[in-house]
């Protein structure tokens, strides 16, 4: 299932002394995206959550002070404990910047241990065929 995109403007809190946006924020950035678009009180209503198991990021560009930032979030796959997400970032002008996957495992909320994928999350983030 391909995700409607999020936009963010790049502000001053996001670069560093050279004016392009800091590496760390990117991560943080896709992070958000996928929450943006998934509910998280869905996890914690079937007692579990999302935690980071694996990240990858690949930037080809720099993102500048006052640039607008499109992501594209697309579930790549799920396990029966895991997700997988490709985000792709680019800026208004349609230059790809940063392309990262974020892997998910879901787990218990009180004992941290892989469980199971709630089935109505499951259905409503199936990867595109």
Excluded: W
């Amino acid at each position: 299932m391909s995700l409607d995109a999020l936009r963010y403007q790049v502000e001053y809190v996001d670069i560093d002394a050279s004016g392009v946006m800091h590496f760390s924020r990117y991560t943080s950035l896709m992070e958000t995206a996928i929450f943006k678009k998934i509910e998280l009180a869905d996890f914690n209503a079937a007692e579990c959550d999302l935690m980071v198991v694996n990240l990858k990021v690949r930037y080809h560009h720099p993102a500048q002070y006052g640039d607008i930032l499109i992501f594209d979030v697309d579930t790549l796959n799920i396990g029966f404990a895991s997700l997988l997400f490709e985000i792709k970032i680019k800026n208004n002008q349609g230059i790809l910047l940063a392309e990262g996957h974020l892997n998910f495992g879901c787990v218990d909320l009180n004992t941290h241990k892989p469980v199971q994928i709630p089935p109505e999350i499951n259905q409503l983030l199936q990867p595109n065929k």
